[in-house]
């Protein structure tokens, strides 16, 4: 493992454009869904499937089916329920499916970055791909790509994503030898957080990285099989779940059945903020209930850091079940302080200057009658920028509120990911600024405290987190926390989200040096 020597100064990396209150939160990555069902309608079970999975990504969905001849892909920008209507599904026959929601890591938000990616091998079969995570040596697989001819980079509206890269890479492989074969040689090549779903006429495939950052999982059907990037998506979809699919696993699922195979040796490194904000509360990972670790990170944050309060209330709706923890722990009352507006979500009609002076007010609303004349027990799952909360304690201050104690269900955010989060870069990580480079812990979270406004201010520390999972602390990633790095990073100008368009745009003269190739994009969904 490696600890990034990451500065806190580079604000190329990873950076944001916070465009709208949603900026300042972790962005989720991506999620993907798959199905093998002779006789059933696969593409509507997608449908659903990615309906489940759609706080996962908002940006752009799509699915792929294959009726044994061909495979047709429909994809779009916007939430699920926007790209898909009725006639579109209807007009989608066939017994495999893959689908995706996207949430863009590499790659700008276009339609071109949309998925599932789409290829046809030179043998005339096609294939579709979608991918949740992030790749770290992309500028190594684009010029890969581009030795291989497999590139026009003058070419107007080209993919700039890691995905797009497996695509082609896999469709390139896969003219000589089966698509099980030629997936088996390239995934081991691949460097970072992925789990694949993707299909042929007539196969579904699943892949892992072999460290399993990402979560994913096998369910079976009456009459088929699904894979799916969280256990909640098999609930709706009718599926029970059979298994965690293994990292370093690739599944074949044909009229066969599902083979197994492993193209890598295991070395399980799961993302420990799945179980604090991005996954589902009603999934389950690695074998724990995900309600269940943010209820018990309640209780240990309690413990850690008591308030004196008269209610705790919680940050709908991911700081919910952290506070009814907290409660628990505490024995200071549970109360539904703050309103949340479950129809505000990502948009993509800019919002007007005076609307976006009320921030948080378009999301959250204030019960003034349930906290006025309170001490009050804030529950959050985390502090990114900590715009957010500040906005949310003026409020409530606003409001009546006599003491706000904020409590907070994960570590302070220190470290940028690289393997399928859009946090903010270094730089704009408020634990990063409070209380100056060199400033101890103390001095740190006291800075945060002024800056956000709270009377007390408590984070879980990293061992009480990692207890509350129930896993090994050796089998999962806490680099956004710890800065311990389980997977190598290239240098600085080979990743970023927008590593890709900088090739291509290095590359326009076709003169560029290697250096200048692996200057600036890395865009992932």
Known sequence: ???????????????????????????????VFGVWAPGED????????????????????????????????????GLVSQVFDEQTLAAMPGHVAVGHC????????????????????????????????????????????????LVNDKRPNAATSDSDLIGGLLAHAAGDSTIEQAA?????????????????????????????????????????????????????????????IEPGELLAIDADGVRSSRFANPTPKGCVFEYVYLARPDSVIGGRSVHSTRVEIGRLLASEHPAEGDLVIPVPESGTPAAVGYAQGSGIPYGQGLMKNAYVGRTFIQPSQTIRQLGIRLKLNPLKEVIRGKRLVVVDDSIVRGNTQRALIRMLREAGALEIHVRIASPP??????????????????????????????????????????????????????????QPASRLCAACFDGTYPIALPKETSIGKNVLEGMLESTAGSTATRDNDNASALSRP
């Open 42 to 77: 696969v593409a509507k079970l997608t449908y659903y499937g990615l309906y489940a999975l759609q706080h996962r990504g908002q940006e752009a969905a799509g699915i792929a089916v294959a009726d044994g001849s061909q495979v047709l892909v429909f994809k779009d920008l």
């Open 102 to 149: 996207r949430y863009s890591t590499t790659g700008s938000t276009t339609w071109e970055n949309a998925q599932p990616i789409f290829r046809t091998t030179t043998a005339g079969t096609g294939i579709a791909l979608g991918h949740n995570g992030n790749l770290v040596n992309t500028a190594e697989l684009a010029s890969r790509t581009r030795a291989a001819g």
């Open 184 to 244: 088996m040689e390239l995934l081991p090549t691949l460097e970072g957080a992925f789990c694949l779903t993707f299909m042929d006429e007539h196969t579904l495939y699943a892949a892992r990285d072999p460290h399993g950052i990402r979560p994913l999982c096998l369910g079976r059907l009456d009459r088929g099989w699904v894979v799916a990037s969280e256990t909640a998506a098999l609930d709706i979809v009718g599926a029970s779940f059979v298994r965690d």
């Open 413 to 470: 955010v220190k470290w940028p990911c690289f393997y399928g989060i859009d946090f903010a870069s270094p730089a704009e990580l408020i634990a990063n600024g409070a209380g100056g480079q060199d400033a101890t812990f103390e001095e740190m979270l006291d800075g945060v405290r002024r800056s956000i406004g709270a009377d007390t201010l408590g984070y879980i520390s990293t061992e009480g987190m990692i207890a509350a999972t129930e």
């Open 1 to 31: 493992m490696t600890r990034a020597d990451l500065s806190v100064n580079s604000p190329n990396l990873l950076a944001s454009n916070p465009s709208d209150e949603d900026e300042n939160e972790p962005r989720e990555e991506c999620g």
